[in-house]
């Protein structure tokens, strides 16, 4: 909010120095962006009367001007200007004048003339172009009226100014207006503050006879206000106008436009003004548009509407976007002479919708979606027509069409003192604490410890008491609050989920392998990539309402097509082995429950390729997870309709009845849509299950005191047999005198049977409380190995 503190002094006298006010505005909780001071380096620039022009001789788009600038004296001006003409006064740089930018002007020859100086276009003197006045804009700036010839500029038209950019927070919407800074600056340097005149001294007739309004759509529109003005006369307007409209980023237009941005930077309230010759049946309805409509709004462009966008309309058609833009129907044109001023209020979420909607943000829409008093549109409709007349610019109607179904009342809130004192830290008295909300001109009554404080509607930001304690905050002066350390006794520590997270990830990097970290958006495509059948759980995503496009807009259900596309990264950068992990969020719709909010699963995924790894490899590092997590007697069962799993080389993980996870060899189709032309080893688990499983806790266990006994066995047993079903028979076969199972070998070859295998393991017997004898171990061993011929088949290899 750029506030010019010329303009801010009408409401507020800011007598002191710019940097101490800026400083207190600061530490009563107005952020300040930046302070500009305009015109300081503006010199040797003067007022100068154009008062001859003659074509220059050489060039035919230069022309030779003689320049009157005080005290008989002439220069003259070589200049490329279409829009001056003899008799206008002018500003003239001078030999040696310095403008904004640091730009000396020195005297020279163009073209073969000598050019004594420089006539000076509005840019040139410091403003920016993007609010250079329209008659301006393109051309020399020519001055307003007559000023003493040889003046300097800067005095002349008071470009010395100071402007500050406050940055308003979205929930200050009542400081986006002058008289809202000005209400923080008299209470903040405790000066009076003055409202601006808004009584017309002279009206006539009666506005109702001009223009009827009915209001639709209440709950978009809370209140509405028209005005009527006659005897228009648009013409430009006066310098004192323009410069603070300029000054505060605003171009100027006309009189007419001017004033009803004036006083919406003013109020802070957006103000529209319609020729009422194109308003139909003199009637305006506040209602939605039709779905389809088209609208052609004052820029020029046809517009798409929908039946949520709140229209303005007259007896027969749409003639504005309500709160965004007006509409090129009925705009304010040269030959206007009778305006309705319109002032309403309107839904804030409505106005965001419908600007977001048409890609159309303006003034009006950023105040209005921010949130605006309703009891703000009278007074600013008052204001315009009290401009109006002082400028002479029309004659004002008596009365207004004020059209407001529910009133918008003050809430009191009731405030403690002592509550205040200790968040705040100070000790504050009652009557004390009531001045300083005074000052923020708030209705105050106090009872003892109680203070009952009723704000103004346009502080629709306290609500409740934390709300005035932040005010107090504010007034007392941030740097003024003591400074203590924060008291208590804290201590840090983790969670079970989060140890158990930090564990794994600590353990799968002293294994080799590498964290990633993946988008948790992702495209519905990979789920396909990874051959994910259609009636799987994996593909009922979680969509995304907004998506940035389709490569973002589900949440992933599994890891697995993330960690290919990492190693299929890494494989076409010629990285010839990589081991990889990743814990992170998986998301699922619930079933039957689509009101609830999506399950939000930890998951784990590993993914290896390269020299050296294999299958077992990669279920190695998945044993070793699991003994550290405390994890014992898991399965693997073979698993072939998988579809991202090569179907002879997959196996569920199982623990009892409870599934882990999945462990495989990615399918050759698979790891070719991600570029990996090698064998590529990937294991995906259900992470908050194995969390649940986990038993962190480690006991005392003596080593040994008696020796070991240990047998090797090396069994002949068909292909399909598996190594896991073999050692459940060897332990659950075995007394508890069996202390380990070893498997050391699988071995096939030219000694074994077609479609036999040798698998060969190491038993070790121990008992802990005495040494075993041979006949003890040779008891329990053959129990195992009948056990082993019964329920496999499986037979002593002859070595």
């Not at 000076?120 to 403003?127: A, D, P, Q």
């Not at 994910?532 to 097509?561: A, C, H, K, W």
């Not at 689509?594 to 399950?599: G, H, M, V, W």
């Not at 020796?707 to 069994?715: E, F, G, V």
């Amino acid at each position: 909010m750029l506030v010019p503190i010329e303009w801010l002094n009408e409401y507020t006298q800011i007598n002191t120095d710019i940097d101490i006010f800026c400083e207190k505005m600061i530490m009563s909780g107005s952020n300040i962006e930046s302070v500009k001071r305009l015109g300081e380096d503006i010199e040797n620039v003067v007022v100068g009367q154009i008062v001859d022009i003659e074509k220059h001789p050489n060039a035919d788009k230069l022309l030779v001007t003689q320049i009157d600038i005080g005290e008989d004296a002439l220069i003259q001006v070589v200049t490329g200007a279409d829009n001056i003409f003899e008799g206008a006064y002018v500003p003239v740089v001078l030999h040696g004048g310095k403008l904004p930018g640091n730009k000396v002007i020195k005297k020279g020859r163009l073209r073969g003339v000598e050019s004594n100086g420089m006539l000076c276009s509005v840019e040139e003197l410091g403003f920016e172009d993007k609010v250079a006045p329209v008659a301006l804009k393109n051309g020399i700036w020519i001055l307003d009226k007559e000023y003493p010839l040889g003046m300097d500029i800067v005095e002349a038209i008071g470009l010395k100014s100071t402007v500050v950019d406050f940055e308003i927070t979205p929930n200050r919407p009542d400081c986006l207006s002058m008289i809202g800074m000005a209400r923080e600056a008299a209470a903040t340097m405790e000066s009076k503050l003055e409202y601006p005149d808004t009584t017309c001294l002279k009206e006539e007739g009666n506005a109702k006879d001009y223009i009827d309004i009915e209001i639709l759509k209440p709950e978009l529109c809370n209140r509405y206000v028209g005005r009527i003005v006659t005897n228009v006369k648009i013409e430009q307007s006066p310098w004192w106008l323009q410069k603070r409209l300029m000054y505060a980023g605003m171009r100027p237009i006309n009189n007419i436009v001017d004033i009803t941005n004036y006083v919406m930077l003013e109020y802070g309230q957006p103000i529209h003004a319609f020729d009422i010759r194109d308003i139909e049946d003199n009637k305006i309805i506040v209602d939605t548009a039709e779905d389809g409509e088209v609208f052609t709004t004052l820029d020029g462009t046809d517009r798409k509407l929908n039946s949520n966008m709140l229209l303005i309309k007259d007896g027969k058609r749409g003639v504005a976007i309500a709160g965004v833009m007006g509409g090129l129907n009925s705009e304010i044109k040269d030959d206007t002479t009778t305006i309705l001023v319109e002032s309403a209020n309107f839904n804030g979420d409505s106005i965001r919708s419908t600007s977001k909607n048409l890609g159309l943000r303006t003034e009006a829409s950023s105040r209005f979606e921010k949130g605006i008093d309703p009891n703000l549109c009278l007074y600013a409709a008052d204001r315009v027509c009290r401009l109006i007349e002082l400028l002479g610019a029309g004659t004002v109607i008596k009365g207004a069409v004020d059209v407001y179904p529910v009133k918008q009342e003050a809430h009191s809130t009731t405030v403690r003192v002592d509550r205040i004192n200790a968040v705040l830290g100070i000790n504050l008295t009652g009557e004390e604490i009531k001045k300083y909300f005074e000052r923020l001109e708030m209705n105050v009554s106090l009872e003892g410890n109680i203070i009952k404080v009723t704000p103004p509607t346009i502080r629709q930001d306290l609500r409740e008491e934390v709300d005035f304690i932040e005010e107090i905050a504010r007034m007392y002066g941030y740097d003024n609050l003591p400074v203590t350390i924060p008291k208590g006794n804290t201590e840090a520590g983790k969670s079970r989920e989060r140890t158990l997270k930090d564990l794994a990830r600590d353990i799968m990097i002293a294994m080799g392998a590498n964290e990633i970290q993946t988008y948790s958006f992702v495209s519905p495509k990979g789920v396909d990539n990874v051959g994910i059948s259609n009636d799987s759980q994996e593909i009922d995503f979680v969509r995304i309402l907004n998506p940035l496009g389709e490569e973002y807009s589900v949440m992933r259900t599994i890891l697995l097509p993330n960690m290919l596309e990492v190693l299929g990264r890494n494989y076409s950068r010629n990285n010839n082995k990589v081991k990889a992990f990743e814990i992170g969020n998986t998301f699922h719709n619930n079933k039957g429950d689509k009101e609830s909010l999506p399950d939000e699963r930890e998951s784990l995924v590993i993914g290896c390729y390269g020299e050296g790894e294999n299958f077992f490899t990669l279920k190695g590092m998945l044993e070793e997870l699991f003994v550290n997590l405390g994890i014992y007697n898991t399965e693997y069962k073979p698993e072939s309709n998988y579809g991202a799993y090569h179907p002879g080389r997959c196996a569920r993980i199982m623990l009892k009845d409870t599934e882990l996870g999945i462990i495989g060899e990615i399918h050759p189709d698979i790891a070719d849509k991600y570029g990996i032309e090698t064998r590529c080893y990937c294991c995906e688990l259900a992470f908050d299950k194995v969390m649940n499983h986990a038993v962190t806790e480690r006991f005392y266990k003596p080593l040994p005191k008696y020796p070991a006994i240990t047998r090797d066995i090396a069994l002949l047993v068909d292909e399909e047999v598996y190594v896991s079903e073999m050692e459940k028979t060897i332990w659950e076969s075995a007394s508890n005198l069996l202390e380990s199972v070893e498997l050391f070998d699988i071995y096939r070859g030219k000694q074994v049977p077609q479609g036999k295998k040798s698998v060969a393991y190491t038993l070790t017997y121990r008992a802990s409380d005495r040494t075993l004898i041979e006949e003890e171990v040779v008891k329990v061993h053959q129990k195992v190995l009948d056990a082993l011929k019964e329920k496999l088949g499986a037979v002593l290899r002859d070595v």
